[in-house]
């Protein structure tokens, strides 16, 4: 069972705004940046947001994360057939001294 | 451009140990720490640990404490993860990634499959 809560699935057509949720507490989310990764089957995760809302380059600005308390989200619009794939969100535990993963969201673009 | 080269697959029986390698280009080696992370099929990830190639030091999951070793050389920019005393239950896909910092892992090798099986 993960430390942070995830959504298995969500889904959505081209074109829409999609939202996935990340549920923590207070020694992950609440006092500790969350990440985003997002990992297509076979390959290696990659890095959508860091520090909660930030992208790297290269990183569309379709893809927005935010976080409020001990939940974070992250938001696709405009969503494409290529979104496809599994999501991660992780926060530093404090009482673990370790990252927290989320169990991932498989998303899909009907 | 950065980049990080993972040794291939491999196969082990119970009880063995197995040494994955992970070699970086593209950047200062000594600069940024490598975390571990392995992911069993169909699985979410779970972390592993972290090595500081400057110095050394490492960080292990409590899980892994007295099973995992990570270890560098600086020469050839590489780092290992050694996991002993291996059970099916390790059967996964290993990568090594690259912390930069409260920026995250902005760089993984391409994963390393190891299959227990008797």
């Known amino acids: 069972q993960s430390v942070l809560t995830q959504p298995p699935s969500a889904s959505g057509t081209p074109g829409q705004r999609v939202t996935i949720s990340c549920s923590g507490g207070s020694s992950n989310i609440e006092s500790n940046y969350v990440y985003w990764y997002r990992q297509f089957p076979g390959t290696a995760p990659k890095l959508l947001i860091y520090?909660?809302?930030q992208r790297p380059s290269g990183v569309p600005d379709r893809f927005s994360g935010s976080k409020s308390g001990t939940s974070a989200s992250l938001a696709i619009s405009g969503l494409r057939s290529e979104d496809e794939g599994d999501y991660y969100c992780?926060?530093?535990?404090?009482?673990?001294?370790?990252?927290?993963f989320g169990g991932g969201t498989e998303l899909t673009v009907l | 451009q950065v980049q990080l080269v993972q040794s291939g697959a491999e196969v082990k029986k119970p009880g063995a140990s197995v040494k994955v390698s992970c070699k970086a280009s593209?950047?200062?080696?000594?600069?940024?720490?490598i975390n571990w992370v392995r992911q069993a099929t169909g699985q979410g990830l779970e972390w592993m640990g972290w090595m500081n190639p400057n110095s050394g030091n490492t960080g292990y999951a409590q899980r892994f404490q007295g099973r995992v070793v990570m270890t560098r050389n600086i020469t050839i920019s590489t780092a290992y993860m050694e996991l002993n005393s291996l059970t099916s239950e390790d059967t996964a896909v290993y990568f090594c990634a690259r912390l930069a910092g409260d920026s995250g892992w902005t760089a993984w090798g391409q994963g390393t499959l190891v299959t227990v099986s008797s």
């Open positions: 992780v926060a530093w535990d404090d009482s673990l001294s370790a990252p927290a």
């Open positions: 593209g950047y200062t080696f000594n600069s940024y720490e």
């Open positions: 520090m909660n809302s």
